[in-house]
């Protein structure tokens, strides 16, 4: 079933709250894990910001591949997406290791501080993972992009 609103298509619209989203916890995560001291301020912050990208990506790729199926029902042959698909699912993976990493990171500068060395840890890895999650969600919105203006004006 294609979900849409207003007539179109769910998935590029959602798309945009992953590409605003993850890119913006991620500048979030890297500041705290570089000034500890932030987190008690900012920390709860990135986590809603990371969890609310990851259930974004959740909803993107359920929509997506409504959408792709859709198409494919229409008798569109889809050449070139394949890669779209994998990339949103990376996008997807990182998105929830992210947001647990952030949330992990929150609770233990509440419990065991800020400064502690395993809030460092869990902060740099919380940094990490948005690193990795926002490259891979340019990787596939370049890939979807490029695919369907080239399916488009092919």
Do not use: K
Not at 42 to 48: A, E, K, N, R, S
Not at 89 to 112: C, I, K, N, Q
Not at 115 to 121: A, F, K, Q, T
Request: avoid cysteine; aromatic fraction near 8%.
């Amino acid at each position: 079933m294609l979900l849409e609103i207003s007539g179109l298509p769910l998935h590029p619209l959602v798309v945009h709250a992953v590409v605003v989203l993850l890119p913006l916890a991620t500048l979030g995560a890297l500041a705290v894990a570089a000034r500890p001291r932030w987190a008690g301020a900012y920390g709860p912050l990135v986590t809603v910001l990371a969890v609310v990208g990851a259930v974004a990506a959740f909803v993107a790729q359920q929509a997506g591949e409504a959408l792709q199926a859709h198409l494919l029902s229409q008798g569109d042959p889809l050449d070139g997406f394949g890669d779209h698909s994998a990339l949103g699912h990376m996008v997807l993976y990182l998105g929830v290791a992210f947001a647990l990493a952030a949330v992990v990171s929150t609770v233990l500068a509440r419990r065991a501080g800020a400064g502690s060395r395993p809030h460092r840890v869990a902060a740099w890895l919380a940094a990490g993972l948005g690193v990795a999650a926002t490259a891979y969600a340019y990787l596939a919105g370049e890939s979807g992009a490029s695919s369907v203006w080239g399916y488009l004006f092919a």
